[in-house]
């Protein structure tokens, strides 16, 4: 992907075979930024407030929000990385969300290249999907590590939830996102 410490850009096939184009992807300190905005609001804020036992996720709104406009590699980084920091903020999980963060990145990095990134309801599809998997990943990897079994119905449930909770905040966040660029551009024309 790089040459020369230079972005090439993302492979992608054609009907007229393969290509490139520019990477148009967030910048990697912004990821960052709002990453670690995220877990710590997470970690530190919305415990507080469940519904129905599930806690929103930011993070993983950030994780999907950057993979659907990466490459399957920055998409991947992100989500190891992010899996990385939410499994040192939390206690006993082992490497379980480190390992379904990635997987979730990389599905949702390939979900995205059948798909408009910036169309709500597709981007509130991606989510409620890379919730589900997630979930389901970060609990086989829990079972494997012996955390006792039982309670699938509970846990299924309550990321059932966390989906909706998720989704809903993206199109939200997508929609103030948007507002508020168009009232930049709008200052900006005068």
């Known amino acids: 992907m790089f040459r ?98 990635t997987f979730t990145a990389l599905f949702a990095s390939m979900l995205s290249r059948w798909l408009f990134a910036d169309s709500p309801p597709a981007a509130a599809a991606v989510v409620f999907a890379a919730t589900l998997l997630r979930r389901m990943i970060f609990w086989i990897v829990m079972a494997l590590q012996g955390y006792p079994p039982g309670y699938a119905r509970l846990h299924f449930h309550q990321a059932l939830w966390e989906a909706l909770l998720n989704a809903v905040f993206m199109v939200v966040a997508m929609i103030v996102a948007r507002q508020l660029e168009d009232r930049r551009e709008e200052r900006r024309s005068r």
């Open 4 to 101: 020369n410490n230079e972005p090439t850009g993302v492979r992608v096939n054609t009907r007229s075979g393969p290509g490139t184009i520019p990477f148009t992807g967030p910048e990697w300190w912004v990821a960052g930024v709002f990453l670690l905005a995220a877990l710590l609001l997470q970690s530190e804020v919305l415990h507080y407030f469940t519904f129905r036992g599930a806690q929103l996720s930011i993070a993983l709104v950030v994780i999907v929000w950057y993979a659907v406009r990466a490459d399957f590699l920055r998409a991947g980084a992100c989500g190891f990385i992010a899996g990385i920091l939410e499994d040192a903020l939390s206690a006993q999980t082992g490497a379980a969300w480190t390992i379904s963060s």
